[in-house]
């Protein structure tokens, strides 16, 4: 929620002082505003999916960069040592899957182009499968309590598992209390 209101203000600001300086420069009043405009909004939108703050600021945990981003429930997250990825909650029907890069340093905000999640449904659950540069998370989430024998962590809208594979992974050769799924 503070990513949007910060870009929005920053933009307001930008407008402002682009209209005083163009407006010193060309004396036209309707002209500086226009072009002033034109360059706040642009940058504005660049700046939502090229977060400037990753630049000079990193997150220590998860829920701070979530949270500094989305406005969503977290629900449940699974991180690796490149990344984290996230399972939020906007209302009672609509989930939605994230992921927050991170470095050295810690979490970074997401750069809306560079996600490579790739989600599958079938009849036992949904598969969340981040790739990050070495790694990939796989975020399983089923109504039943168990996957391959291992205890799945209980949410409100089901359970949660994850496993962090080191490599390319074969998306097809998951399995669910001992039988193959098949994703559709």
Known sequence: MIF?????????FIFFLLLV???????????????SAFVAVILVAVSSFVPVENYFYSFADVEQAFSYRYHE???????????????SR??????????????????????????????????????????????TIILTQILDSEYNGEPFVPCSNGYYTYTVVDGDVDYTALSCAGEKVKLV
Not at 21 to 35: D, P, R, Y
Not at 73 to 87: K, N
């Open 73 to 87: 429930e977290l629900i449940t997250y699974a991180e690796c040592d490149e990344g984290a990825l996230c399972v």
């Open 4 to 12: 949007n209101s910060i870009r929005w203000a920053v933009g307001i």
């Open 21 to 35: 300086i163009l407006m010193m420069v060309t004396k036209k009043t309707g002209k500086s505003a226009l072009i």
């Open 90 to 135: 906007r209302d009672e029907m609509n989930y939605f899957y994230y992921s927050l890069p991170k470095d050295s340093e810690g979490y970074k905000l997401p750069n809306n182009v560079t996600s490579k999640m790739i989600t599958r449904s079938s009849a036992k659950g949904v598969y969340m499968f981040e790739k990050f540069e070495n790694q």
